[in-house]
Structure formats: C-alpha cells, structure tokens
C-alpha cells in the first residue's frame, strides 16, 4: 500500500510542466516594465502639478507687482496733483460735467425797431453784427421805414458745443454805406460807426422772440431813452440724418412682432418706416417712430445677433424697437447717429428746463 502513493506521487510530479528560463525571464520583465511605467506616470502627474502651481503662482505674483505699480503711480500722480493744488491755492470741486453734442442754431428773421423819438442822435443806415467765440457774423446794410422798422432778412448758424453759449448781437448805425466794406472786412467800430445796443444771446433767453437792446447813450428812465427791439427766430438744426435697409421689429405693450425688412430714414428727431422706396407718387409709411421721446439706445444680442434697441416713452404706451443691420459698419453709424440725436435732445431739454426755471429773471421789458 505505501509503495502505490508513492508511485502516485512521483507520477503527479512527472506530469507537471516546468517553465524555461526564457518565459521567466520575460515574465520578469513584463513586470519590471509594468512598475516602470506606473512610477514614470506619477512622476509625470506630479511634475504637471508642479508646474501648473509654479505658473499660477507667477501669474499671482505679476498682477500683484502690476498691482502695486498702479498704486505707486496713482500715489505720485496724487502727490504732484496735490502740490499743484496747494501752490495754486486753488479750491477744485468735483462736480460731473454736462456733455453736450454740438447743436447749430439758426438765427432767422431779425426785425429791429427803433424809437424815433431820438432817432435823430442816430443815422439812416444800420448794420447787425452777432459774434460767437472766433464766428462772426454782419448782416446786410438796413434802412429803417417811416416806423423804424428794421429788416434783416438773413439766416446766420452757430456752432454750440455746450450749455454756457454766449452770442453777442450789436447794432451799429453807420453814416454812409461807402464804410459798409470796411465793416464786413474787420467787424472793428469806427469813429463812422455808432453802436445802437447790443444784446447776448444766452441759453437762458434762446427760445424768447423777442430780445432787448438798450441804446448806452440813454438812461433807462420810461422818458429819456431809446429801445431797440429784436425780435429773432432760433430754430436749432437737428444733426444729419441717416438712410438705409434695416430689420426692424417693434414690440408694443409686451406683445412681440416680427422681423421686417424696411427703408429706413432718420431726419428732424423722426424714424421713418417704409415698406419700399419713398417717393412722391408712392405712400408706403408703415410706422413713424418720435425719437424725440426716446429714453434709451443700446447695443443688446437677441437670439446671437447683435442688435440696436431703442426704449420710446408715448403718451398711453411704451414702445420698445429693434434694429438689426447687415455689417458692423452700418450699425456703429446707425447706433451713433442715434446717440447724437438723444444728446442733441437732452441740450433743449435743458434749454426749455433753465427757461421755465427762470422765468421771473428772464423778465422782457414791453414795448411802448
């Protein structure tokens, strides 16, 4: 019985397989090659970390030199400005300035009248001179009828730029119109010349028909003096307007339209609709648009599309547009016209708000 499991035994040790050295040997270098590759990926990761962390770091470390830069020029710019102020002895005050865009007013129909009480210390002829920073204008050469009226049937245009506008209007009387030549040439008063009045223009007065000019020889007693009265027309100029095809969808009280391709025009404060070109023989108006009511205009992006909308304040409703152009061109010149207009709008606002306010400064003195 012992004999046969050891038989057994040597016949189960016969059967088994024994490797060669090649197989172990590539065994052996599978796995190194596997341990190899694990320890050389972390290696790689960390390395990654490590130069991510280095570059944020450097990024962190520029913006706070950059930073301190900026303060340190801010700080100086501050000193210099400090010390310019206190060798000046000057009192700065922060206030925010009104900008405005540059409106051209057109001084139309300028009637004078003069008393002819004392018209006989004055001469037969009269010229008008209106004069504006470096712009001067002359009138053409004027001769009163048997009531003194004086007509200047001439259209005059100033560039204004801001709200502190000033525009001098003289009247000289002249004896002769051979020194009329003289006059256009160097606006300069003459011994040949006599100044009647003069007046100026102001925003505060601007929207008034009728201006005042005192004679300086006389007194301003009710008995003794010698009024001329102006009387001139101020129609400022809207700025230029704009032609051209535009998308344009309006929306009223919430409810949404659609997109439409119209011919669009923009002139006197007004956005016109048009289903085709107008013309005089065809009437194809579809919506008119008071830009003078309109509270706002910005860039917005509708579905992906970069487009002009406009916020119209109406008397019942609030009407909201939106314009959409061909090019980038034709919507920064859409866009600005636009912007010219609003501001254009804001300068007579403010006109007809500092004429309301001073109404009783603002006082004409009535004619006999």
């Known amino acids: 019985m012992g004999n046969r499991n050891t038989d057994h035994h040597v016949f189960a040790v016969e059967d088994e397989e024994v490797p060669s050295e090649t197989e172990e040997r590539s065994r052996c270098h599978s796995i190194i090659r596997n341990d190899f590759r694990r320890s050389f990926e972390k290696i790689v990761k960390r390395t990654q970390k490590i130069v991510q962390i280095c570059r944020s770091r450097c990024s962190d470390l520029r913006r706070q030199m950059k930073n301190r830069e900026n303060q340190r ?6 000193k210099k400005l400090d010390d310019i102020r206190e060798s000046l002895n000057v009192k700065f005050q922060n206030e925010p300035k009104n900008y405005f865009f540059q409106a051209n007013l057109t001084l139309t129909n300028t009637t004078s009248f003069v008393q002819l009480r004392n018209s006989f210390l004055c001469n037969k ?7 504006h920073d470096c712009t001067a204008y002359i009138t053409k050469l004027g001769v009163p009828d048997r ?3 004086l007509n200047f049937d001439d259209q005059f245009q100033f560039k204004i730029v801001d709200s502190n506008f000033d525009i001098q209007a003289t009247l000289y009387s002249i004896r002769s119109p051979k020194t009329f030549a003289y006059i256009c040439s160097c606006f300069k008063k003459k011994p040949s010349m006599k100044m009647v009045g003069e007046v100026h223009i102001t925003m505060k007065n601007v929207r008034r028909n009728k201006l005042i000019l005192q004679h300086p020889d006389f007194p301003t007693d009710a008995e003794n003096n010698c009024w001329l009265s102006t009387k001139i027309e101020v129609k400022p100029k809207w700025p230029p307007g704009m032609k051209g095809k535009l998308k344009i969808a309006i929306i009223k009280n919430k409810i949404p339209g659609n997109f439409n391709l119209r011919w669009c025009i923009m002139e006197n404060g007004y956005f016109k609709c048009y289903k085709y070109v107008p013309s005089k023989y065809s009437k194809s108006l579809v919506d008119e648009l008071n830009l003078r009511k309109c509270t706002k205009a910005k860039k917005v992006y509708r579905s992906n599309k970069k487009m002009i909308k406009l916020e119209i304040v109406m008397s019942v409703c609030k009407k909201t547009v939106f314009l959409e152009t061909d090019n980038d061109l034709e919507f920064n010149a859409w866009l600005k016209k636009i912007k010219n207009v609003m501001d254009f709008n804001k300068l007579w606002k403010k006109v007809d708000a500092d004429v309301n306010r001073d109404d009783l400064e603002l006082s004409i003195i009535p004619e006999e």
């Open 73 to 78: 020029i801010r700080f100086v710019a501050r």
């Open 147 to 149: 009531d003194g009226i």
């Open 125 to 131: 002829h009269y010229v008008c001179i209106f004069t």
